[in-house]
């Protein structure tokens, strides 16, 4: 179907009463309005800024980086700082602790130390005190078995005496009595001891 003038028309129509065609239009008439406008603004810039103020704005602008690297370089620096006394404070407080731990053991080696020390001697003190009783029992028992021996040793020669004693007299008497005369006379009997106990 061939389309007609007025079909395109319409087209054309529709596609001018569209809103990217109305943005574009706009974009268009802008950008030809700041052309126009350019060589007055170049001349007015120029008018506000002379070719001698150049040098003082450029001056400005060195200055105004010189300031913002000082400033730069102070906060680095402040940074840094902050950092090494950061660093600083970890390392002193790791030191502490590790001298604290370090402390913790030598008193802990020295209480371990002390209590082997204590149970040594009072083993030890143990030790000689057994000792030292079962040696005194060793002596009293000792002691008594000497007595009793010493006991019965003298029993002993207290029986052998006296029976010597006894048999010694008997002998004597025997004797006298187996000589009837001395001298021609008649011999007296010879008292007898009574034997008294020891």
């Not at 706009?26 to 103020?53: E, I, Q």
């Not at 105004?64 to 002193?92: F, K």
Request: charge should be positive; charged fraction near 20%; glycine fraction near 8%.
């Amino acid at each position: 179907m061939a389309r007609t003038i007025d079909d395109v028309m319409a087209e054309m129509r529709k596609l001018t009463n569209s809103k990217p065609v109305h943005a574009l239009a706009g974009a268009g008439v802008l950008a030809t309005r700041t052309l126009k406008d350019l060589p007055w603004r170049l001349v007015r810039w120029t008018r506000d800024n002379p070719p001698n103020s150049l040098p003082g704005r450029a001056t400005g602008a060195v200055q105004s980086a010189q300031t913002r690297a000082t400033g730069a370089v102070q906060s680095a620096q402040t940074r840094a700082t902050g950092a090494v006394q950061s660093a600083q404070t970890r390392a002193t407080g790791a030191v502490q602790s590790a001298q604290t731990r370090a402390t913790g053991a030598v008193q802990s080696a020295q209480t371990r130390a002390t209590g082997a020390v204590q149970s040594a001697q009072t083993r030890a003190t143990g030790a000689v005190q057994s000792a030292q009783t079962r040696a005194t029992g060793y002596v009293q028992t000792a002691r008594a078995k000497a007595s009793d021996s010493y006991d019965t040793l003298a029993a002993h020669g207290k029986e052998a005496l006296d029976g010597q004693s006894n048999g010694t007299e008997g002998k004597s008497t025997a004797d006298a009595e187996s000589k009837p005369e001395l001298n021609g006379k008649a011999r007296a009997k010879a008292p007898t001891r009574p034997t008294t106990s020891k």
